[in-house]
């Protein structure tokens, strides 16, 4: 690759992917690269998605644009100008920045293995469809407005078209490029792949639930909240907690089952793929902790971030390290994340 997108695949990777950084920091560098660049395109269809001063009729255009684009459907090159101009106060400058080389990334992707090109297409094709659902069911809502989703069934799919879809496209690579396995096992590792990306995008949602509420989005499953006596409106009130709790606790039990096949994914990874372990560990072990935070209530407060401390990423990340070659210690690690003081 060239200076350019080599770049593009270091210092601007770091600056928007921030703490996903350190996972994709320590991957093999058969597959750093592609997965580092999947990212990358991941991020900038995010970007558009999120921005909230264009028009959602204009951001799905754009998104369809950068879709085709991504899949070879369009030659024609982008130009997101206006949109990196309407960027609100706050926004990400390495977002803004990745925007404008939406080109080069794209150039980067078309330099790749055959074989890749494929896996970051139809990864890419199934995230952006995601986005694309998102904006359609709460992107007009009007400013104090708020729309949920339907039921279980809606959030199970949403949180694999944004990352259940990712799991599925990281044991692709893994099999491509690190270790064979039989079909019985991959078949497996993709299920369990599936439910470790799910997992980590339900304790997003759920640890994000007040911003979101704030901007118009309740990913709680409206029939679930009517079950229990509540509209959506209810939940931008810290006091009705309590109530909320039934439906609340039942995802967090769903949450808590996803990251137990993200570890059983990672236990099973080959002991010789030290890196990678270590990779799938750190966010296995991370959203336990956060879970852990959650259990601990506060879920509704708008002025409160719940999250794990700097002090927790580095001890989750040492005892990873140090119990690495140990075995049984190793697979106890999530245990021990759900139980550390």
């Not at 970051?120 to 949920?148: C, H, N, W, Y």
């Not at 106890?332 to 003081?341: F, H, I, Q, V, Y």
Request: hydrophobic share 45%.
């Amino acid at each position: 690759m060239g200076a350019e997108s080599s770049d593009l695949l270091t210092n601007l990777l770091r600056d928007v992917s921030r703490s996903f950084y350190l996972t994709l920091r320590i991957l093999p560098g058969g597959i750093g690269r592609p997965i580092g660049l999947a990212y990358l395109l991941a991020r900038a269809t995010d970007t558009i998605a999120d921005t909230g001063l264009i028009p959602v009729s204009e951001r799905l255009e754009a998104l369809d644009a950068l879709r085709a684009r991504i899949l070879g459907n369009r030659g024609v090159p982008l130009d997101f100008r206006r949109i990196v101009e309407a960027q609100e106060d706050g926004a990400s400058p390495a977002e803004r920045l990745l925007l404008g080389r939406v080109e080069e990334a794209i150039a980067a992707l078309q330099r790749m293995d055959a074989g890749d090109i494929g896996r970051i297409r139809s990864v890419l094709d199934v995230i952006t469809g995601g986005q694309e659902l998102d904006l359609r069911r709460f992107g007009s809502i009007p400013k104090g407005g708020l729309a949920a989703l339907p039921d279980a069934a809606a959030l199970d799919d949403y949180t694999y078209r944004v990352a259940g879809c990712v799991g599925e496209f990281w044991t692709r690579m893994c099999v491509a490029h690190l270790f064979r396995v039989g079909a019985e096992e991959e078949a497996r590792m993709l299920r369990d792949g599936i439910r470790f990306g799910q997992g980590l995008q339900l304790v997003n949602i759920l640890r994000d639930l007040p911003k979101d509420l704030g901007s118009g989005r309740c990913y709680l499953p409206l029939d679930e909240l009517a079950r229990i006596g509540m509209v959506p409106g209810d939940l931008r009130d810290p006091a009705n907690e309590r109530r909320l709790w039934p439906v609340y606790e039942r995802w967090l039990v769903r949450a808590e089952g996803h990251l137990d096949a993200g570890w059983a994914y990672t236990v099973a990874l080959p002991r010789g793929q030290v890196r990678m372990r270590l990779a799938c560990a750190w966010p296995v072990l991370l959203g336990i902790r956060t879970l852990v935070k959650l259990r601990g209530g506060g879920v509704l407060d708008p002025a409160r971030r719940i999250k794990v401390s700097r002090a927790e990423v580095k001890a989750v990340m040492w005892r990873s390290i140090v119990r690495l070659p140990l075995g049984r210690s190793w697979n106890g690690l999530a245990e021990w994340a759900r139980n550390a003081g």
